[in-house]
């Protein structure tokens, strides 16, 4: 069964720096990974879709990356701001169509 | 920009009671989803639904559970007998077609007193 975990559980940064978000699966076998933000008490929101055929995925300041052989996928966020405060949430889809989630990442981050 | 809509936000009901959580996803997509996340746990999936039939769903989805396109618009996932434990935070989702990005809801927070 596919496992997905984050690492690490929770983060605090300043403002301005640039961090980096882990992501593992234990099956390789994933048609794509996305990776979603979680406000406290709230839905989901798409950030991006990474295809399993794909090593990198931008949007604005977030960089995703994959190594779907490793069964790893990073985030990356540039220039961080406190507006980014949020849970991070990757999550990997197999050929059922359903989404694996992690555990997510909290990150803090402080003016 | 086209969302998930779900409601009501938060529902209570007593234990055995019937509860009836409603979606409306984006209108030009065709696969909905249930997925529900038990508070500090992980988001876990129940059921996919495509063409008026599940096409997938997870051993959590057992027979008190069961989900309707009723009209066009509106998706429904029915407890039929809660229990404490169905306490939890339920997301709708949808995408266009199979294996692509889904677009999540913002839940519907169930509490079984």
């Known amino acids: 069964k596919q496992e997905v975990t984050q690492i690490p559980a929770a983060l605090s940064v300043p403002e301005g720096e640039n961090l980096v978000l882990n992501c593992s699966f234990t099956d390789s076998a994933i048609y794509n990974l996305q990776w979603f933000r979680q406000d406290p008490g709230k839905g989901l929101t798409s950030l991006l879709l990474i295809q399993s055929s794909q090593r990198e995925q931008t949007s604005g300041r977030l960089n995703a990356s994959l190594d779907k052989s490793s069964g790893r996928s990073t985030l990356y966020i540039a220039a961080s701001q406190p507006g980014d405060s949020a849970t991070y949430l990757c999550?990997?889809?197999?050929?059922?169509?359903?989404?694996?989630f992690g555990t997510g990442t909290r990150l803090t981050v402080i003016p | 920009e086209p969302e998930v809509t779900q409601t009501p936000s938060h529902q209570v009901t007593q234990m055995g009671q019937e509860v009836i959580l409603r979606c409306v996803p984006i209108?030009?997509?065709?696969?909905f989803y249930w997925y529900r996340q038990i508070l500090g746990q992980k988001v876990e999936f129940l059921v996919s639904?495509?063409?008026?039939?599940?096409?997938?769903k997870s051993e959590i989805f057992d027979d008190q559970f069961s989900v309707e396109r009723p009209d066009g618009s509106n998706f429904t996932l029915k407890i039929r007998s809660t229990k404490l434990e169905d306490s939890a935070m339920y997301f709708c989702?949808?995408?266009?077609?199979?294996?692509?990005?889904?677009?999540f809801g913002q839940g519907t927070r169930l509490t079984v007193v």
């Open positions: 999550a990997v889809r197999t050929g059922a169509n359903n989404l694996f």
């Open positions: 639904f495509y063409n008026n039939e599940i096409s997938e």
């Open positions: 989702a949808s995408s266009v077609a199979a294996l692509t990005e889904a677009f």
């Open positions: 209108s030009n997509h065709l696969y």
